[in-house]
């Protein structure tokens, strides 16, 4: 998503290595925002992208010894997961963003997590902020987390400030449907217009980088469960 607001996603998209760069190809190219399934591989092949098999040796051994049981039931801070949320502020003070995931291990077949839901796990308001997510995708998904942190920055909060009343909101709402807080995991990351930014997440273990003019930070985000 750009400073413009152009927006582009791929979902179910099989045998292609970067499917981010074919979300781009969907953002600049044509007239949706959105591909999915077969048709997103048919555009990806018809963009030049090759059609591959990416299954590993690894993973094909786990997920045989995950259907001994076949439980769909995702564990917290297991890194089972990639997405990678990245969220830019340029020399010109433009805002832009992008989010890709391999999603949840193990998923159900047709499963779609948060990353390519723009609203969800990334978002960009060009006057205000942007703001991506990590973790459970459902949950992002029930609050439509990255559009709220840019409207709660909207509002006058602070980055990190918003990124915790995002979280708050899920803890509450998880609460109300009798769920278990430890058996979840989201994480914000936030920036706004001045280049301020903040991070917050439902349980310890995640971290986020910065890059700014004082070269490459690692930074451990606080957190809820404590």
């Not at 051994?61 to 995950?66: D, G, I, N, T």
């Not at 997961?81 to 077949?109: W, Y």
């Not at 997440?201 to 985000?221: E, K, R, S």
Request: hydrophobic letters at 40%; charged letters at 25%; one cysteine or more.
């Amino acid at each position: 998503m750009d400073e413009n607001a152009n927006i582009g996603s791929v979902a179910c998209l099989e045998y292609i290595k970067h499917p981010i760069s074919v979300a781009r190809a969907v953002m600049e190219k044509t007239p949706h925002v959105m591909l999915v399934g077969d048709g997103a591989l048919q555009f990806a092949v018809s963009q030049g992208f090759k059609k591959e098999n990416l299954l590993t040796e690894e993973s094909e051994k786990e997920w045989k010894e995950w259907l001994k049981d076949s439980k769909y039931k995702p564990i917290a801070n297991i890194e089972n997961h990639d997405t990678i949320g990245m969220i830019a502020l340029d020399v010109n003070g433009n805002l832009s963003g992008a989010c890709t995931t391999s999603g949840m291990a193990f998923k159900m077949h047709g499963r779609v997590g948060d990353s390519p839901i723009i609203g969800a796990g990334l978002y960009v308001d060009n006057e205000i902020g942007a703001a991506t997510a990590t973790g459970h995708g459902e949950e992002v998904i029930r609050i439509s987390g990255c559009h709220l942190v840019v409207e709660l920055m909207r509002q006058g909060k602070s980055p990190q400030k918003a990124c915790e009343e995002a979280v708050a909101r899920i803890v509450k709402l998880t609460k109300n449907r009798n769920k278990d807080l430890k058996d979840i995991q989201v994480g914000f990351i936030a920036l706004n217009k001045a280049g301020e930014y903040g991070s917050y997440c439902i349980q310890g273990g995640f971290n986020y980088a910065v890059y700014d003019d004082t070269g490459n930070n690692l930074i451990d985000a606080d957190y809820f469960l404590k």
